[in-house]
């Protein structure tokens, strides 16, 4: 239970105490009514003794009392009816409210704050971080102080209003006071008439209440005297008869109103009436009319504060409401009207209260000094002492010896307990085995109810020894005569004075109250006195710590005939709970939870209020969400009904946004009740801000915003740019490659430097986006904001008339008076246009996007600060189950809105976390997140995009024409267009030469691509030469091929021009989709400081499919001879294969033309040795072209440094492809110029080698370039698709880039073979610099040999054995440099099979040569061979060495050998 401010010991003396009856003339009730007051509630303040009373027992032995109270009452007659009872006890109640102010009685547990009694409920967050350590500091603790003064009032309220009744004595009138005045004429005849009424009261049938104790009643006789009106010598003349009369023991003069209550005095007289007349007794009905009431004069009584989420407010008079169903069970009613009612059954508070507030302000005792108040205390002195105590006194003697002498004992009934007690006990029935004879009754005379009369007395005067014997022999008494409620009162009175007897002799006999609770409340059908024996047992245990058994007595007597009393008591078991030794909060929790209902079944609202918000306590963040709802539904609806209007949305409010487990139909409830309280609180202040509401829930950090308009669908074959839309998810890699492009154009248009204050233009801003500066928008270009909604109910949520809010200040004003802030949507606004959605639905549990759009007509700063809509729900006809979307709900068809609140939710982004410097690192800080803050600037051009016959699919290799529409949408001209893309292999615009030329007449009949003429037919094989720059393709020295000029027409795009360029695509090389960016850049004539370009990007999609397989070799020719042999020959194998699958309808390829393309060699002829000219490549068909090539000649060399290249076409069919034009030259130099930038970091790395080694790095270089060539094989092709029974001639080309002799290259890269797994190396490789030597290969390949010698050659062997032959060895030095060349003749063929093929030879003369050749120079060594049979033989043994004649480091190496050189020697 919780703490009271009276102990167990003074309690119980307090609240049985003797009782005085008062009967006072009317002209003495008119002297005490100048002081506000009646006789008995004069006294009141001074009932209590101030000193001790001794008195002597029946054993004459002396007895102390101490604290004597006595309780003075007019006579009443008649008994309080029970609703008057009941009435009074609940207007107790509901004045005794936690007071305001004071400390609050808190236990602190760790991070656990239980604010117990206070309103303020301030529980620190986690509510519970840990149980265990809670429950043990919790045990510890001593800050326990919870006091709940409305149980006091009501408990003490209760004792004292209990009617007399018949089976005990207790609150039976033991005396009589007659008060009369000494200013009545005949006050001797008064007192007469008194005492004749008191006689009538106490004997007449007439009357059966009030009760007395005995017949012989004690009358006292009191004569009151106005001091400051009467006869002092008549009062004194008076008094002295009555002592004559009456002794000086049965009577007293009391003189009061020494003054004038009218009379001005300095004097502040203390009023001590007022607290205890604050708590009108029940018997003194009458003085409820002059009764102050000082607490409606606080201001603070009815105007609480409950602070609940951190928001204080005020509490107002409440309208209750009736609660009928279980207290954990829901309410389902879901119409608002019939929840809030506004009917107040009860009304107990509010009619006290009326009643009440005229009496406000009255003072008591007004005519009374402090001696007057000591001359009151001293009567009621000595009305005890000389009146009341001697009188019980000598009713305790009299009862004693009517027992002793009834009973037939010889010595009192005091000295003969001890043997009574102490000998065999006859064993107690049980209760439930006695008969129901609840309604036996005894005569007044009784024996058995003397000795209850003698207990009594006894327990009244604090005799407790005396009054358990007497009790505890009733007791017996009793339940022999199966007087059942006789002995329940015997055993409550017992087990009282048993506790309360000092020393302590026996334990408190629990089991005695018990009993009694279960007769009275099974058997007696008397809850009011079972109540009175819970109240009084859970005291007493409670003060013996058994809050365990207190708990469980208090519990058990709740039941449905009383919802205060249960209340009350719940709430008491629950302090119990919590004040245990090991304390159990949620048996608290739950208690006040049940406490809180019977409250609010009682109409005590504030109270029911306060038990639901101390369990809150409890509940809150443990997961356990149908409770907290219940709970928050509870405070919703208590708040609702006290006017506490914003404490009844925040808890409807919790309701909503916890992630609730309702079903649907009870989510819908609650949602339609927080929309009612919310548009109550509303419509309070209808011109204040608008509301912040909690549904949906807004995700801040999805919010995206997009600048610019949308992307227009595709037209048939227009087809428009992709650019950037919302529709688009983010990628951060795509993201990447975008910047890089953009650096890269704007680096070029800079002259190869990136402005320092360049940022990559940004269309979309998302949680992933660089947000840190404030993003550009241009004016009349709308700013779409994305905000994520998510409906967390299982009920759909309808928004209406929803758009953004937002603050705009136009440039140039500084000051806040220009800054427009947009609530509501207004019409025409001139600053900024704002989009409403008329509706938006959002079904249950759905998380749906919502695009809100803003038209900026001015240039300024713009802030969006959140989106404003009205939050409504929509009626099904088929029912909330929160599957799938309501029928029949269309946009612009919901069924109308229930009921929607009008209110705001802000868009508040948090910036990413600061991780740069230490401080950063160490504390929690977050950037700036400015995405919905844009600048609006001025106006820029607006670049539209769209491409006709853009293709989706094409071969490998496939070259097709599109166009590329440029539009100008925008009011401004746009200059400086540009394409940028990673894949400038992909696409061309065509040359400079591209514009100039016509399409020749054949091109145009054929709709080819290419630029053709009619082929020369005496050309054959034979290749036709033509030159062109790489500059007139843009790829000139330290121009980026990937940033591309857009040839507009005089550079500008006028607004609302638009302008067709054609547009040549290549199909990628590999199979497969690729994804290829196109980054548009374009600027406007006019230079703005703030956005200095602009950007449209576009992504192509394109699928490829396999077609001809491209592998080439180069090798030297072995002829030597010609006016082409000093420059030298070079044999060109190229190898095509058809692998395309027949997937796309391609029926055969036609390989129409091979050209090459170089600035030192040229294709001079095909040397195929088949005269079939047709070059048909099937399904899976492979074909070998060889080809002569030769070096240009020195005319055509002279070009070189104005990067002039050669092309020869060979051409296979009918017309020829001018391969140096458009668009076969682009894609050739796009394609070389990707390969050599994959080839480029390889030779950049030797770049960094040291000065001393430059000599050899010299000579790697002069070697290498022997081997190398510089030849590219364009090879072009038609295709023959079939496709809806139509033939279609597909074109293309491949390229193949020779590099090095002997090696075979292909038109596309091979898949490189994974490597396999090696073994983990955990050693640093050292880092030593070893220079670059040439490979074997290389240095092989320094001298050209080739042997001149006759085919056949006859010699007559019969006239001479030997045989001589003429040969000749050419030795063609390949390097540009003087080489040293041995030729060593002692080589033999040591394989055997050589041996047997070949016939062996000998060569005469010089076994070993020793020369240099100078650069390119071709040598003649005359050798000759001896033979000597006839046979055939193989000149080719001569072995060939050669160094460089400067270097001395390296050695000679072994040159290629030429090809066998079998000479026939016949016999003549």
């Not at 004429?185 to 006689?199: A, G, M, R």
């Not at 009162?489 to 018990?514: I, T």
């Not at 909060?585 to 809180?596: C, E, S, W």
């Not at 309702?662 to 919310?678: D, I, N, S, T, W």
Request: aromatic share 8%; proline share 5%; charged share 20%.
């Amino acid at each position: 239970m919780a703490q009271c401010v009276q102990s167990v010991q003074e309690l119980i003396p307090d609240s049985f105490v003797p009782c005085v009856a008062a009967l006072c003339s009317e002209e003495a009730e008119r002297l005490t009514r100048r002081n506000h007051l009646s006789f008995a509630e004069l006294l009141k303040p001074f009932s209590r003794l101030t000193s001790e009373v001794h008195m002597r027992d029946p054993n004459n032995q002396l007895h102390i009392i101490k604290n004597l109270k006595i309780s003075v009452s007019n006579i009443v007659t008649q008994p309080p009816l029970p609703g008057a009872i009941r009435k009074h006890l609940s207007d107790v109640v509901s004045l005794s409210q936690p007071a305001e102010g004071l400390v609050a009685n808190v236990i602190t547990a760790g991070d656990y704050d239980l604010n117990i009694s206070d309103r303020s409920i301030k529980a620190s967050v986690p509510w519970y971080n840990n149980w265990k350590d809670t429950l043990m500091e919790l045990k510890e603790s001593t800050l326990y102080s919870a006091t709940t003064p409305w149980f006091e009032s009501y408990r003490e309220s209760f004792l004292q209003s209990m009617p007399a009744s018949d089976h005990e004595f207790l609150n039976h009138y033991l005396a009589c006071m007659l008060v009369a005045s000494s200013s009545e004429p005949e006050p001797v005849e008064q007192f007469l008439k008194l005492s004749q009424e008191q006689h009538r009261i106490q004997h007449s049938s007439d009357y059966s209440y009030p009760k007395w104790f005995i017949p012989n009643t004690l009358k006292y006789y009191v004569l009151l005297h106005d001091v400051s009106a009467g006869d002092e010598q008549r009062a004194d003349s008076i008094y002295e008869e009555m002592k004559q009369r009456y002794g000086t023991q049965g009577c007293y003069l009391l003189k009061i109103n020494s003054r004038t209550s009218n009379r001005s005095s300095d004097e502040q007289i203390p009023d001590p009436w007022s607290q205890y007349l604050q708590k009108n007794s029940i018997q003194n009905q009458e003085s409820y009319e002059d009764g102050p009431y000082t607490i409606a004069s606080n201001k603070n009584a009815d105007n609480s504060m409950l602070s609940l989420d951190g928001l204080d407010n005020e509490v107002k008079d409440g309208l209750p409401n009736n609660f009928k169903a279980h207290p954990l069970q829901l309410d389902q009613s879901s119409d608002p009207a019939s929840n809030f009612d506004g009917t107040d059954h009860i009304k107990s508070a509010v009619s006290l209260h009326e009643t009440k507030k005229m009496n406000t302000g009255i003072l008591h005792g007004a005519c009374l000094t402090l001696t007057d108040h000591d001359r009151i205390r001293q009567f009621i002195q000595e009305f005890t002492f000389r009146g009341l105590l001697p009188h019980v006194e000598k009713t305790i003697r009299q009862l004693n010896d009517q027992l002793i002498s009834r009973k037939g004992l010889s010595r009192s009934l005091f000295s003969a307990t001890k043997k009574w007690f102490s000998g065999s006990k006859v064993p107690e029935k049980s209760i439930n085995e006695l008969k129901n004879t609840s309604g036996l009754l005894y005569p007044p005379e009784a024996p058995e109810l003397q000795i209850r009369k003698m207990a009594d007395l006894c327990f009244l005067v604090q005799h407790y020894d005396l009054a358990y014997s007497c009790y505890h022999t009733a007791k017996k008494d009793f339940l022999n005569d199966q007087a059942m409620l006789y002995a329940a009162g015997a055993l409550e009175m017992a087990a009282v004075s048993a506790f309360l007897q000092p020393g302590a002799p026996r334990p408190y006999p629990a089991h005695y109250m018990d009993t009694a609770i279960q007769t009275y409340r099974d058997i007696c059908k008397n809850m009011v006195l079972a109540e009175r024996c819970v109240l009084l047992s859970a005291e007493i245990l409670k003060s013996q710590s058994k809050y365990s058994e207190a708990a469980a007595l208090l519990i058990r007597l709740t039941s449905e005939d009383s919802d205060l009393r249960s209340a009350l008591l719940l709430e008491q078991a629950a302090h119990c709970f919590i004040n245990m030794k090991s304390p159990m909060v949620r048996k608290f929790a739950f208690h006040m939870i049940l406490a809180g209902h019977r409250f609010s079944k009682a109409g005590q609202k504030k109270h029911a209020l306060r038990c639901y918000c101390q369990a809150m306590q409890v509940y809150k963040g443990k997961g356990w969400s149908l409770a907290e709802d219940h709970i928050n539904f509870t405070i919703g609806r208590q708040s609702f009904t006290l006017r506490q209007l914003d404490n009844a949305v925040s808890a409807f409010k919790h309701i909503l946004i916890n992630e609730s487990k309702q079903p649907a139909a009870q989510q819908g409830a609650f949602l339609r009740e927080y929309l009612y309280v919310y548009k109550n609180v509303s419509q309070l202040s209808p011109d204040g801000p608008l509301p912040q509401l909690p549904l949906p829930y807004i995700n801040s950090l999805a919010t995206r915003v997009f600048f610019g308009h949308d992307r227009r669908p595709a037209e048939g074959e227009k087809q428009a740019a992709t650019h950037i839309s919302l529709d688009q998810e983010y990628d951060s890699e795509s993201s990447q490659q975008w910047r890089e492009l953009e650096e890269q154009v704007v680096a070029v248009i800079n002259k190869g430097i990136i402005p320092s204050n360049f940022h990559p233009t940004q269309y979309c801003l998302n949680s992933y986006t660089d947000n840190s500066r404030f993003p550009l928008a241009v004016v009349e270009e709308p700013i779409t904001v994305e905000v994520a909604f998510r409906n967390p109910l299982k009920v759909p949520l309808l928004l209406t008339e929803l758009s953004l809010l937002w603050k705009f200040q136009p440039k140039g004003s500084n000051s806040k008076d220009n800054e427009e802030t947009k609530e509501l949507v207004t019409s025409g606004n001139e600053m900024i246009g704002t989009e409403v959605i008329s509706e938006f639905l959002i079904n249950s549990e759905e998380t749906k996007m919502a695009r809100l759009k803003l038209f900026p007509h001015h240039i300024g700063e713009l802030h969006i600060l959140g989106v404003v809509y009205n939050l409504g729900t929509i009626q099904s006809s088929v029912g909330l189950d929160g599957i799938g979307s309501i029928p029949g709900c269309h946009a612009g068809k919901h069924p109308a809105s229930i009921m929607s609140v009008r209110g705001r939710q802000d868009l508040e982004i948090q910036g990413p976390r600061l991780n740069n410097t230490k401080e950063e690192k160490t504390s929690i800080k977050y950037g700036p997140d400015r995405r919905l803050d844009p600048i609006i600037t001025e106006e820029m051009p607006l670049l539209e995009v769209f491409f006709i016959n853009f293709p989706t699919g094409l071969l490998c290799g496939e070259i097709r024409k599109a166009y590329v529409e440029f539009v100008n949408v925008s009011k401004c001209p746009l200059t400086g267009l540009k394409v940028v893309s990673k894949r400038p292999e992909f696409f061309t615009f065509g040359g400079n030469t591209a514009v100039l030329t016509p399409l020749s007449p054949s091109a145009s009949e054929n709709c080819s691509a290419y630029k053709t003429v009619v082929a020369d037919s005496t050309s054959g094989s034979t290749a036709l030469t033509s030159s062109a720059s790489s500059i007139d393709f843009g790829f000139g020295i330290g121009n980026q091929p990937e940033v591309i000029h857009v040839p507009l027409p005089d550079s500008v795009l006028m607004p609302g021009a638009s302008v067709q360029l054609p547009m040549w695509l290549r199909g990628p090389d590999e199979e497969g989709v690729h994804e290829i960016n196109f980054l548009f850049y374009y600027e406007s004539i006019k230079k703005q400081p703030n956005i200095c370009h602009r950007v449209l990007r576009h992504t192509a999609v394109i699928c490829t499919s396999r077609s001809l397989n491209v592998r080439a070799t180069v090798c030297r020719s072995n002829t030597l001879e010609g006016e082409e042999g000093r420059g030298g020959n070079m044999l060109v194998f190229v190898d095509v294969e058809n692998i395309n699958t027949s997937e796309a309808g391609v029926k055969e390829f036609h390989i129409v033309q091979v050209s090459s393309n170089s600035k030192h060699w040229k294709l001079q002829k095909s040397v195929n040795l088949s005269e079939n000219k047709d070059s048909k490549l099937g399904s899976r068909e492979r074909g070998k072209l060889c080809f002569k090539a030769v070096r240009c000649k020195n005319f055509e060399a002279a070009a070189q440094s104005s990067e002039k290249y050669i092309f020869a076409d060979i051409i296979f069919g009918n017309e020829q492809i001018i391969s140096s034009a458009s668009p076969c030259a682009d894609f050739f130099f796009r394609s070389l110029s990707s390969e050599l930038k994959k080839t480029h970091p390889q030779s950049s790395m030797c770049s960094s080698m040291a000065t001393e080694k430059q000599s050899s790095d010299d000579a790697v270089r002069l070697i290498k370039k022997c081997s190398e060539v510089d030849l590219n094989i364009v090879v072009l092709w038609k295709a023959y698709v079939v496709e809806d029974n139509k033939q279609l001639i597909l074109e293309g080309q491949h390229h193949v880039i020779l590099r090095t002799l002997g090696r075979e290259a292909f038109s596309f890269s091979q898949k490189q073979e994974p490597p396999e797994m090696g073994l983990l190396k955990f050693t640093r490789p050292e880092n030593t610099m070893v220079p670059t030597r040439p490979t074997v290969e290389q240095l092989s390949s320094l001298i050209k040999t080739s042997l001149q010698y006759p085919e056949s050659f006859s010699h007559p062997f019969h006239q001479k054995s030997l045989c001589l032959v003429p040969v000749t060895l050419l030795l063609s030095n390949c390097s540009q440099t003087d080489v040293d060349v041995i030729i060593d003749l002692r080589h033999k063929t040591t394989s055997p099979e050589a041996q047997e093929v070949h016939g062996s030879f000998t060569w005469l003369g010089q076994t070993q040569y020793k020369l240099q050749l100078k650069s390119q120079e071709v040598y003649n060594l005359q050798l000759k061979a001896c033979f000597v049979h006839a046979g055939v033989y193989n000149l080719g043994t001569p072995r060939v060495f050669a160094k460089l004649s400067d270097q001395v480091t390296l050695f000679e190496t072994s040159q290629q050998s030429s090809m066998p050189a079998l000479i026939i020697i016949s016999n003549v």
